[in-house]
């Protein structure tokens, strides 16, 4: 899952928005470095990551993609997940999808500590600003992040061709979404973090 599902996760579970953000920019002990709030949000992003990662759907997404770019699938998946959950946003809120932005923006920020990671700050400025979350439910703007992503070192390069994959097997993996994504609510919504 990608941002707009781990805050949609955070908001369903009555988690911390801003640490369900915080989770792939902290490592270690989050109990250490932030209130037992952000810190549950932390360890409840890092469940659902790890739910997701080693769900059977995502087994069966992950074999739609050609072997040079199956490590990728994974990243390109959460992209993904993201697209259909913005899609599909009426089913899940009852919220526009610019209006649960909007106020998850005005939450998060009114949560900050005195001090984040650099990183965040600087995705999570980026992010608002360009109203990714929004952007999501457009397939192009996946292609164009992938693109992105896929430029910050030679490593991730192909990640850029994840898309064609994603593009041709459009249909069969939105439908795995409807299979994935209850299930990663309702595991979410029982966990004990």
């Avoid at 990183?119 to 693109?147: C, K, P």
């Amino acid at each position: 899952m990608n941002y707009l599902a781990h805050l949609h996760i955070a908001d369903y579970c009555h988690s911390s928005l801003l640490g369900n953000l915080l989770g792939d920019f902290v490592k270690g002990d989050p109990d250490t470095q932030f209130s037992t709030e952000i810190a549950r949000g932390i360890r409840l992003h890092r469940l659902v990551d790890a739910y997701t990662d080693s769900h059977p759907v995502m087994q069966q997404a992950k074999t739609y993609f050609p072997s040079q770019t199956r490590r990728f699938a994974p990243i390109a998946l959460d992209m993904f997940w993201d697209h259909c959950l913005a899609n599909e946003w009426r089913q899940y809120h009852s919220l526009s999808l610019r209006s649960f932005v909007n106020q998850a923006q005005q939450r998060v920020q009114r949560a900050h500590p005195a001090v984040l990671p650099e990183r965040f700050t600087r995705v999570s400025t980026h992010m608002w600003q360009g109203r990714w979350l929004e952007s999501y439910a457009d397939f192009d703007n996946i292609e164009f992040a992938l693109q992105r992503m896929s430029q910050r070192s030679p490593r991730m390069a192909p990640l850029a061709h994840c898309f064609d994959s994603m593009q041709l097997h459009y249909q069969p993996l939105n439908a795995l979404f409807a299979t994935l994504y209850p299930d990663v609510l309702e595991k979410a919504k029982l966990a004990e973090v």
